[in-house]
């Protein structure tokens, strides 16, 4: 028995019929495989993994209770009720039920194809983003420009000193709820800074040629590390490549419920970026890297075998520089550093080691674990907008963890969770500063030119990223 909704009930008990199940009952059973259903055996190993079970303790809030609400829904012994869509919209997809369950259950393929069914194929508004919410999600977050020029307000203000000013007066609070939490999430000092440059030469002799996925919000919002990426691929020999078709990698649409316009920019990818022109093609934010590393699973069987193609160079920055064999900085950071493994890194990617391995290398830096590393920051794309409440809750569980390891210091390699964690930092005065690894071994071959000297023979290639930061 699973408490609230009432799951349980036995064979012989009244059905809900497809008039009454409130959802497109055949459009999902186009969408998931039943047998993905049957792989949970029920074990429970998944719900210590579960941010949101451990936050409530409902077991309807864990991954088994929920694939437990799907299945029954499917089955028809349980409607899509306002409680069922409660408990699912709660899930914040970071997957960290997979990287638990020893039946090796893919959870995110039988939660997000639901999700959109929720919001796009059933009855009832329950759960659904406001028209406002949808407008910055579909048509203002996924375009790089739009977020640029939505931001200039704020930036402006942040540079007059009037931000803080009109935030500490309450000013802000006047602002719709959503508004209201959007510039909460914005960083101290927003970044500006000119577009990359389609071609980067490599630094010495040329050990691969990549193209570079820049996405969307991270585009706008943090350009100075996505130009201290760039530099790190340069530095390590590198040709970096910025195909100008490339659009945002459709997560923000496909896991709010739009799943057109996500399948529609999935294709502008595959048509941007030709993976027989490149050794890989890196992504150096991990919601974007699971997201395109999923093309494959979300297009039409007749557009599979380009996209199994262009899947199959799709690489994680950190994994590619390991695989690549990292140049080590020679510049030193004295600095005491913990690392925050981000959800679509380590569960949607299975990446852990090699992130750690960078920020190893770099002379100086004291690397000390973090507790429930794996336990999502509650970002989650676009959660902390969608479900604020738990969000915060999430948050503040991790910077709880962060402030505990004495660091002065903590990177993570996701845009969502370096908004999310800096903010509630921010908000509780701890001074601890959050970046992402690139930044950190960017400032490592950095600083040891200040020493030794730059033996770079294409910096004015170089300076040019630079001004991007």
Not at 65 to 94: F, N, Q
Not at 144 to 150: L, M, P, Y
Not at 277 to 300: E, Q, R, S, T, W
Not at 329 to 350: E, F, I, K, N, S
């Amino acid at each position: 028995m699973v408490g609230d909704v009432g799951i349980g009930a036995s064979a012989g008990e009244q059905r809900v019929s497809r008039s009454e199940a409130r959802v497109d009952l055949d459009w999902l059973a186009e969408r998931i495989d039943y047998r993905r259903f049957q792989e949970c055996v029920h074990c429970g190993l998944c719900t210590a993994s579960c941010p949101t079970y451990l936050e409530t303790g409902d077991e309807n809030d864990s991954p088994r209770g929920r694939i437990y609400l799907m299945r029954s829904v499917v089955d028809g012994r349980l409607a899509l009720s306002d409680p069922v869509r409660t408990h699912l919209d709660r899930c914040l997809d970071c997957r960290a039920c997979e990287s638990a369950c020893p039946s090796g259950v893919q959870y995110g393929r039988l939660i997000e194809p639901f999700k959109v069914a929720m919001q796009t194929r059933s009855e009832g508004k329950s759960g659904r983003p406001s028209w406002l919410l949808r407008l910055i999600l579909h048509h203002v977050f996924p375009y790089a420009g739009r977020v640029r020029v939505a931001l200039a307000p704020a930036r402006l203000l942040q540079r007059l000193g009037l931000f803080e000013r009109a935030e500490a007066a309450g000013l802000l609070n006047l602002l719709p709820g959503t508004l209201r939490r959007l510039a909460a999430m914005l960083p101290d000092g927003l970044q500006t800074g000119e577009r990359l440059p389609e071609v980067l030469p490599p630094i010495g002799p040329r050990r691969a040629r990549v193209a570079f996925f820049t996405g969307c919000v991270a585009d706008a919002m943090y350009p100075a590390t996505h130009a201290a990426t760039a530099r790190v691929l340069q530095r390590n020999g590198c040709e970096v490549v910025v195909p100008r078709g490339q659009v945002c990698c459709g997560a923000i649409h496909y896991h709010s419920g739009a799943e057109a316009p996500a399948l529609q920019m999935a294709r502008r990818n595959l048509a941007a970026f030709d993976p027989e022109a490149f050794d890989a093609i890196i992504v150096n934010a991990a919601g974007c890297g699971a997201m395109l590393k999923d093309y494959d699973h979300l297009l039409p069987a007749s557009e599979r075998p380009a996209a199994e193609r262009f899947v199959a160079k799709v690489k994680d920055v950190h994994e590619f520089l390991i695989e690549l064999g990292p140049v080590p900085p020679a510049g030193r950071l004295p600095l005491r550093l913990t690392y925050h493994d981000a959800c679509h890194l380590c569960h949607g990617q299975q990446i852990r080691t090699a992130p750690r391995q960078l920020l190893g290398m770099i002379p100086g830096v004291e690397l000390v674990p973090l507790e429930e590393t794996e336990i999502c920051c509650g970002a989650a794309g676009t959660y902390n907008l969608t479900q604020p409440d738990m969000s915060r809750r999430l948050g503040e569980r991790k910077v709880d963890r962060i402030v505990e390891t004495g660091a002065a210091c903590v990177a993570t390699g996701n845009v969502g969770c370096i908004i999310q964690i800096d903010k509630i930092a921010r908000q509780r005065g701890c001074g601890i500063e959050v970046v992402h690894p690139m930044d950190l071994l960017d400032r490592a071959y950095r600083a040891g030119d200040a020493v030794a000297g730059p033996a770079r023979p294409l910096a004015q290639a170089e300076e040019l990223v630079g001004s991007a930061g």
